[in-house]
């Protein structure tokens, strides 16, 4: 990897909201030379004062040549966010930098079987390597858990709740924590071992582990994969989301 | 500077308290590790320096605590652009760990309990400016902020203060670690804003 390339101005071209307090931007960034999923990007925010402002968001799919698109999550009071997913307007500059990142990476030409682990926004750098495969037509199995708090949190919930074709192969679950959907067969609970035991990959396909999202979520999945006996060395992990104490 | 963008204010600047380039300030202690925490029982714990000719100093977890501490207060700089400023830690002193060894070496690689390793130059590591801390804000360091022990450089981007460290190998040539080898920095200043290679 070399971001050397440093800053690029990039320009908001769609937008498209996933839920109440999450938004998909799209943008097209002139240049870009593509990316892995689970990379991501820095973005730099520029005030009239000078005064400047950073953060990072995973790559939630594949690059459409120039256009890439990132999926925001508001956090209340965030300094960022609530610019990103509520100010930024259709034609509006932004500088980009990246992609950055070469270990949460999931690489197409890598055989191990993967599995997904994700905790509430934590998905949108998990759905980047479920769309990789896609686009690749892949054929490596993947199973991919998405832990989140009820069916209005869902994101991508049209892909995920209707895979196609190219889907065959990529198994996705669905647990909710707060509220299940009504006939769910599994009561609204926090993710379990017992739950990553029933819907991932036994530790003997040694598949590669992916877990994304809060740093209690991911604490304990992590936690969870490695009681089930998957190698730690297997399990790559990435917290966003409100910091742990 | 950059290009403006239209209708960005960003928060009321805190007056007084300088942040290295693009970093803001975080009142709670974020987590970031590439992996499971591991969990390192005390009786089985190990610190050891390895020199470049092989000759290898081990402390247990009751001869590192049996040795002089430090208290420090210092600021904490994450490459993902949290800034925590006046942190409280205990911990050995690498001066105290290092002042037995015997070596020409300029470089180090930390390696820690489950696979993480980070280069260094090894005078970053002398003079005042390292530890290996096992105390936080009066506490035992727990173990998903690094404990049971971890290596503190604050003047680098926090990446280079591996958690859970296991030990030091003096190099005399510098080797890219874990984060260095996907792209990061290969000194990592936050004052000079050096995030990934080529900054
Ligand atoms: C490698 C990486 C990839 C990331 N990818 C994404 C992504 O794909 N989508 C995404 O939405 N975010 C992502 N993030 C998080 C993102 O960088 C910001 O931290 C987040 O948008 C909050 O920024 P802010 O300026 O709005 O809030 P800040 O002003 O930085 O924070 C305000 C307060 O909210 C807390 N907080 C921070 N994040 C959250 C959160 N997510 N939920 C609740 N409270 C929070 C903070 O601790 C703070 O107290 C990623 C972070 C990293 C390091």
């Known amino acids: 990897m070399n971001v050397a390339a440093g800053w690029r101005v990039a320009r908001l071209v769609g937008v498209h909201d996933e839920t109440a307090t999450a938004r998909t931007l799209v943008l097209d960034v002139p240049g870009w030379p593509g990316h892995l999923g689970g990379q991501h990007v820095d973005l730099q925010l520029t005030a009239e004062d000078g005064y400047q402002a950073q953060r990072s968001y995973s790559l939630a799919a594949p690059a459409k040549g120039d256009r890439i698109e990132l999926t925001v999550q508001r956090v209340p009071d965030g300094e960022v966010s609530p610019y990103l997913t509520e100010v930024l307007t259709i034609g509006d500059p932004i ?46 199995p993947f199973r991919l858990i998405y832990s989140l708090r009820t069916p209005g949190d869902l994101y991508y919930g049209e892909e995920l709740r209707r895979p196609g074709p190219g889907d065959a192969g990529a198994d996705a679950t669905l647990l909710y924590t707060r509220t299940a959907p009504p006939g769910s067969p599994r009561p609204s609970r926090r993710l379990s071992t017992e739950d990553v035991e029933r819907y991932g990959w036994p530790p003997d396909f040694e598949p590669t582990c992916y877990v994304c999202g809060p740093t209690g979520f991911v604490e304990a999945a992590a936690d969870m994969l490695t009681k089930l006996g998957h190698d730690p060395r297997r399990v790559r992990t990435e917290r966003f989301g409100p910091s742990g104490g | 500077m950059g ?138 360091l727990s173990a998903e902020h690094g404990g049971p022990a971890r290596l503190l450089v604050p003047h680098l981007y926090l990446w280079k203060s591996a958690k859970w460290v296991r030990g030091l190998r003096l190099l005399t040539q510098d080797e890219p670690g874990f984060w260095e080898s996907a792209g990061y920095h290969d000194y990592g200043d936050p004052w000079r804003e050096q995030r990934y290679q080529g900054d």
């Open chain 2, 3 to 140: 290009i403006v963008s239209p209708g960005f204010r960003g928060r009321p600047r805190s007056k007084g308290v300088e942040l290295p380039p693009g970093q803001y300030l975080v009142e709670d202690f974020p987590v970031l590790s590439a992996g499971p925490t591991p969990r390192v029982p005390l009786d089985r714990w190990e610190f050891s320096v390895t020199t470049e000719s092989g000759e290898t100093h081990r402390w247990s977890w009751a001869e590192l605590l049996a040795l002089p501490s430090e208290r420090m207060t210092v600021d904490l700089h994450c490459v993902t652009r949290w800034s925590k400023l006046r942190t409280p830690w205990q911990g050995v002193s690498l001066d105290t760990l290092l002042a037995g060894v015997e070596t020409a070496a300029d470089f180090v690689m930390a390696d820690s309990y489950g696979g993480y390793t980070t280069n260094l130059p090894l005078q970053d590591l002398r003079n005042g400016q390292a530890w290996i801390a096992y105390r936080y804000d009066g506490k035992d």
């Open chain 1, 95 to 140: 500088e980009v930098r990246g992609p950055v990142g070469g270990w949460f990476v999931w690489r197409p030409a890598d055989p191990a079987p993967v599995l997904l682990l994700a905790g509430g926004a934590g998905i949108v750098p998990l759905m980047a390597m479920v769309r990789a495969r896609r686009a690749e037509a892949s054929r490596t």
